[in-house]
């Protein structure tokens, strides 16, 4: 087993899929964190002078969703054939898009009544054409009652679970909940929340606003 460090902020981020994946795969790695404070003066031993970055045997990888996948596939969880693979890239690419497209704005808008405006209208547009293609896919595995693809947890459902919890974190003080009423989403929630490494990892992780 190749020795990992895995750099990053203090926070969840873009770090806490491959954490989770990290837990979830019961495998080690050093979880560096630096503080905001911290941060110049390491900045520049990063290739691409930002982070997460993970160190595999002193190698130095940039990019979180590569960073993912790499860690999903090395631990078995990028599901157990290509069409398992070809469905949870289609959902890590959904979520990117959504962070992307939609949810980055909605962060960075100061105004607390124009970010609640910013969130209900995305809640009746767009959230909905993702999240009900999402559910079907969902059905299409064991009437959605397992797990997202096939008969076996993959990062598919640790994307979820780690997006639900980001994304109501982030908009709680709106009052505003996009998973409002999507109990395929609430049950997936609970089931990959009850996952024994799961639960340790979110009970001794360190509460952070981001
Ligand atoms: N596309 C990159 C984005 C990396 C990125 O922008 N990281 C931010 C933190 S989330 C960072 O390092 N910011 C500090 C800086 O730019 O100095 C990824 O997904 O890993």
Sequence with gaps: ?????LYYFDFRGLAELPRLIFKQAGVDFQDIRFSREEWPQHKPDFPLKTVPVLEVDGRQITQSMAITRYLAKEFGLFGSNNIEAL???ELMEIFAEIRNNHLGKIYSEQDETKKTELINAFKTTNAPVYFNLVEKRMKENKSGSGFYVGAKVSVADLLIYNSMF?????LKKTGVDLFEGRTLFEEHYKRVDALPNIAKWVKERKVTDL
Excluded: G, Q
Aim: charged residues 40%; aromatic residues 8%; hydrophobic residues 40%.
């Design 1 to 5: 087993m190749p020795s990992y460090k």
């Design 166 to 170: 980001a994304i109501r974190d982030r």
């Design 87 to 89: 469905l949870i890239d």
